[in-house]
């Protein structure tokens, strides 16, 4: 059964930084690529930053490059993202995501609120 638990949302004052992890069970996960995404409120969910499995690609939205910086330790089956000089279009529920045989899965979610 495959699990992907979010943790690190925080309420933070704008300029500010903060580190998200995902914790993975369920499934071989340094087989697979893996994501982080996001929902603001009234908005569509997108993609912020994806991982291969060796961690040696990585692709961002173009809103948070050379803001954010996603990567993972397959030894322990965590994802992180390493957030910096946020600001308060970055508040939003993150989601961890992996695509496993055909299906997506998705964590709960943390909420990361960016106001002074």
């Known amino acids: 059964q495959v699990q992907l638990v979010e943790s690190g949302g925080d309420l933070v004052q704008p300029g500010g930084s903060l580190r998200l992890s995902c914790a993975a069970s369920g499934f071989p996960f340094s087989r697979w690529d893996m994501g982080w995404y996001r929902q603001a409120p009234g908005k569509k969910r997108m993609m912020v930053a994806l991982?291969?499995?060796?961690?040696?690609?990585?692709n961002y939205a173009d809103s948070v490059k050379g803001r954010f910086t996603i990567s993972r330790d397959n030894a322990r089956n965590t994802m992180n993202l390493q957030m910096s000089s946020l600001n308060s279009e970055d508040t939003a529920v993150y989601y961890c995501y992996v695509f496993y045989y055909g299906m997506d899965y998705w964590g709960r979610g943390t909420l990361v609120t960016v106001s002074s």
């Open positions: 991982i291969d499995r060796d961690g040696d690609i990585t």
